[in-house]
């Protein structure tokens, strides 16, 4: 797999959270590569079914496919379009951004605010509040209401660009990195045997709450989850104790949202095929799909496999593709591990 093509091709839909069943169509086609059926549910989340050798147990991959973005709010008399959040949208990085209204018809738009020249001297010591920027389409305000709507999202114009040493950037890496991985996984399975019936689950409007992650583990009901994501990479005037190096391979998360056994079932397969990893203690829920995952029904064992990211929630996401192969390595080695017995005694500590 040429990674770089795969991530490439994986960013090009825009899928903020909430439109998933309408733009899902080319992860699922990826899916298919490789799964040995491929379905969509009434929330949108995309899951693929690999079958193992025995199908006595189920273990669930989980990386949601949303990203944030905005939705029109508002349409003033002039044209000028108005926005709502869709996800943790950082508004620091909004003024001056390109983005694309997804309308009756794909329409570009900037999104502007006052200039320094005209503000208020008290102005230009504030942060722009986003009741104060818009988005300016160039239409009148006729053609604006001909093509779009109250409702219609808005997403960031992609602007991918390759860096050095194998490193990407882009916007909606947070996660289609997280896809990116299990692909990968489901191509390394090619060539291992594996005994459980393995689901990768690309998750819906998880930037809105993990929903689609409590869905889809309470409809698998899965004998072992585990969320692939992201988490913050190195970056300057960062506490290196809060980010992972870019690089350095997958991060693997420990504490209470995480079962002991599992973490440390990945942690011994990465020593012993030499896989670069990193650890990430988390004291609390890790605010990821693992979260979902891991309360579901009677309580599923869980794990959190995350990709080092610098820039999370901004449209310079930047990662190191190597991580993502790492990952996929880590992840196709332990599912092949996987025995009845082992799956067997993670229902005690």
């Known amino acids: 797999m040429d990674l770089k093509k795969a991530l ?117 010591k504030k942060m722009v509040k986003a009741e104060d920027m818009f988005i300016d389409t160039g239409f009148p305000v006729q053609d604006v209401q001909k093509y779009i709507t109250i409702g219609d999202f808005i997403t960031f114009k992609r602007k991918p660009v390759e860096l050095f040493n194998n490193c990407f950037s882009s916007n909606a890496l947070d996660n289609r990195a997280g896809i990116a991985v299990m692909l990968y996984t489901l191509q390394q399975l090619t060539k291992l045997k594996h005994t459980v019936d393995v689901y990768t689950v690309a998750t819906a409007q998880e930037e809105v709450g993990l929903r689609g992650a409590i869905v889809s583990s309470y409809g ?33 998360a420990l504490g209470p949202n995480i079962h002991s056994k599992l973490f440390e079932r990945l942690k011994q397969i990465a020593e012993d095929h030499k896989i670069p990893y990193q650890l990430n203690p988390e004291s609390s829920s890790t605010g990821t799909d693992a979260w979902a995952i891991q309360i579901t029904k009677e309580g599923i064992p869980t794990a959190l496999v995350s990709i080092p990211l610098r820039y999370m929630h901004t449209t310079v996401e930047t990662l190191c593709l190597d991580d993502i192969k790492m990952s996929g390595r880590l992840i196709s080695l332990f599912i092949s591990s996987i025995c009845n017995d082992f799956v067997e005694g993670l229902q005690c500590y």
């Open 8 to 124: 490439i091709r994986l960013i090009e839909p825009a899928i903020p959270s909430g439109s998933e069943i309408e733009n899902g169509k080319l992860i699922r086609e990826a899916f298919l590569n490789y799964c040995d059926d491929v379905k969509c549910d009434n929330l949108g989340n995309i899951i693929g079914f690999k079958r193992g050798l025995s199908s006595d147990y189920k273990l669930m991959l989980a990386a949601h496919m949303d990203e944030i973005g905005l939705m029109v709010k508002h349409i003033d008399e002039e044209g000028f379009i108005r926005f709502a959040f869709v996800g943790g949208v950082d508004r620091r990085i909004l003024p001056n951004q390109e983005v694309i209204i997804h309308g009756r018809k794909k329409v570009p738009g900037i999104i502007g605010n006052k200039p320094p020249h005209i503000q208020e001297p008290e102005e230009r």
């Open 220 to 252: 698998i009901y899965p004998d072992i989850g585990i969320a692939v994501d992201v988490c913050h990479g190195d970056m300057p005037d960062t506490p290196e104790y809060d980010t992972q190096k870019l690089g350095s391979g997958p991060v693997l």
